[in-house]
């Protein structure tokens, strides 16, 4: 395990992360979009820093039955769903189906609750500054970058304080640019680059969403 974490929880590294997204994108017609729950403390900062908007893309990881940390795929709101091929052929159907049943029921839960009827703000030539508080696998940030292309956006820029350097890698072969503070070898994984790493609430979400729709920051 890493001897000195790099951040002390996902404010601070959310504050230093926005520092270096500030010095890299326009805020005219820019938006965060966190990845909730953990992604949202992290895009919150971000938002605050540059005086822009800031909302959610839900997405969820389709993990390996039995071994659901091993992520297969993801999926994100608006029907968008990558999966790794060669991981499928080993899941029966049957318990695919219960895989892909579970998480888009917990995706439509999650949407009604941090969105509250809102639609997803329109992204047609704008910045979007795709927000994480680290990049493991990718799989939910790559659904999360193939559902936002659906919606036309200028440029899209991925931001996270922490990421394993072949994920961040990968991830930039889909978007503009990708922002990541720390590519640490070995990885490990995100937690292990916080000191502390709770998990984030749906009720902290919505209140982080509602400060800064209210104009509250």
């Not at 991830?171 to 680059?193: A, K, N, Q, T």
């Given at each position: 395990m890493p001897q000195v974490k790099q951040f002390a929880d996902r404010q601070e590294a959310g504050k230093r992360l926005a520092k270096v997204v500030a010095a890299s994108v326009d805020p005219k017609a820019a938006v965060v979009l966190a990845l909730p729950r953990g992604g949202v403390p992290v895009g919150y900062e971000i938002a605050k820093t540059l005086a822009i908007p800031l909302d959610v893309l839900v997405v969820r990881k389709l993990g390996f039955p039995g071994h659901e940390e091993y992520a297969v795929g993801a999926l994100a709101e608006g029907g968008t769903r990558v999966t790794n091929a060669e991981l499928l052929e080993r899941i029966p159907k049957r318990d695919w189906s219960q895989v892909l049943a579970k998480e888009q029921l917990e995706l439509e839960r999650r949407i009604s609750t941090y969105r509250e009827?809102?639609?997803?703000?329109?992204?047609?030539?704008?910045?979007?500054?795709?927000?994480?508080?680290?990049?493991?696998?990718?799989?939910?940030?790559?659904?999360?970058?193939?559902?936002?292309?659906?919606?036309?956006?200028?440029?899209?820029?991925?931001?996270?304080?922490?990421?394993?350097?072949?994920?961040?890698?990968?991830?930039?072969?889909?978007?503009?640019?990708?922002?990541?503070?720390?590519?640490?070898?070995?990885?490990?994984?995100?937690?292990?680059?916080?000191?502390?790493?709770?998990?984030?609430?749906?009720?902290?979400?919505?209140?982080?969403?509602?400060?800064v729709r209210s104009g509250v920051l």
């Open positions: 009827g809102r639609e997803i703000p329109s992204l047609q030539g704008k910045t979007v500054i795709l927000v994480d508080d680290g990049l493991a696998t990718g799989a939910t940030m790559l659904a999360a970058v193939k559902a936002v292309k659906q919606k036309r956006p200028r440029r899209v820029v991925v931001a996270a304080p922490v990421g394993a350097k072949d994920t961040c890698q990968q991830v930039l072969s889909e978007v503009d640019e990708v922002i990541c503070l720390r590519m640490p070898e070995p990885f490990y994984g995100v937690g292990s680059w916080y000191r502390s790493f709770p998990q984030t609430s749906d009720e902290q979400v919505v209140s982080m969403l509602d400060e």
